[in-house]
């Protein structure tokens, strides 16, 4: 049973953050050629509030050494971030308004009004391959992408957080019968990210696939479109709001791993990174991360608000 279908208003519960809640992607029997799903709050979600924003802590400046990088950012004026601008519900650019909206960019916004006083953002578009990388040659400040934390990119980039968890599942074609989780994927052409964690993730899971890999997500999105491979592993959350934007394909069995996703940041900062791990325990005790998640990534679940994931615990952060 998929947890994302065109034809059903309820699936199984997804464990996001440590709490589990029920992805609830209403649809009205969309056919062949016909529009994604409605979702509460429309196409994004709905647009967090400007009060959120306006409320939203300040860093004082004591907090903000001469000559850090976060005096820096504040003299520039604007927080660089590297993202995406076409991932519904986590970062999207609205194409009325230009405004990139979802849980990633606004908590980009946040943390640009801890540091200057405003939530000014320049986002740069970068592939999964070229994170470490950017950040390595401090071409952008940090990286808030669904940019899950491992050991191994600990050793290249700093990690604030997590600030959010979800997990690998598998998307496939809306006409597929035969594929219903990871465990089917044995002997599958199987489309993945560039660099991400279902690369070193399937070997195990679905021993004997074929990976196909891909530098961008709406490539995999694509490839999988036109059946360039039988299904895509992606985190969960990403292939939620691909589901939503393309009724062509479908989401199907449960998360099989548990991922931790953490803002990257230069590896030689440690001082930034202290900085931001205490932005994140301040935004999450005075209610604001909550306030972001209901309004982007929770407008398409059921149930409360999930507890934030404990700053630094999990290896790598």
């Not at 465990?183 to 599958?188: R, T, V």
């Amino acid at each position: 049973m998929s947890i994302l279908s065109t034809h059903v208003t309820r699936r199984r519960a997804l464990t996001i953050a440590a709490t589990a809640v029920t992805v609830a992607l209403a649809a009205a029997g969309c056919g062949d050629g016909g529009s994604a799903p409605a979702l509460p709050g429309g196409s994004g979600g709905e647009k967090v509030a400007q009060s959120v924003f306006d409320s939203a802590p300040v860093a004082s400046d004591a907090e903000i050494p001469a000559g850090s990088t976060m005096d820096q950012i504040r003299k520039r004026g604007y927080l660089n971030v590297g993202g995406s601008l076409d991932a519904p519900l986590l970062s999207q650019q609205n194409p009325v308004t230009g405004d990139i909206e979802g849980f990633d960019a606004d908590m980009a916004k946040l943390l640009a009004k801890y540091i200057i006083g405003k939530p000014e953002v320049k986002t740069t578009t970068i592939g999964t391959q070229t994170r470490e990388a950017m950040l390595q040659a401090k071409s952008v400040d940090a990286v808030f992408q669904t940019y899950t934390i491992t050991p191994q990119r600990a050793t290249q980039v700093n990690f604030a957080g997590p600030y959010l968890t979800s997990g690998l599942a598998v998307a496939v074609r809306k006409d597929e019968t035969g594929i219903k989780g990871v465990k089917d994927l044995a002997g599958k052409t199987v489309i993945v990210g560039a660099n991400t964690p279902a690369v070193t993730a399937l070997p195990t899971a679905a021993p004997g696939s074929k990976q196909v890999a891909f530098a961008t997500d709406p490539q995999a999105v694509q490839a999988l479109l036109q059946k360039r491979g039988d299904a895509y592993v992606q985190d969960f959350t990403l292939l939620a709001s691909n589901a939503k934007s393309n009724p062509g394909m479908k989401v199907v069995g449960d998360p099989f791993t548990t991922e931790a996703y953490g803002i990257g940041l230069n590896r030689e900062d440690a001082q930034f990174k202290e900085f931001v791990n205490n932005w994140l325990r301040k935004i999450q005790a005075d209610g604001t991360w909550a306030k972001v998640w209901q309004s982007t990534l929770g407008s398409v679940v059921e149930g409360g608000t999930p507890t934030p994931p404990a700053i630094g615990s999990v290896e790598g952060s």
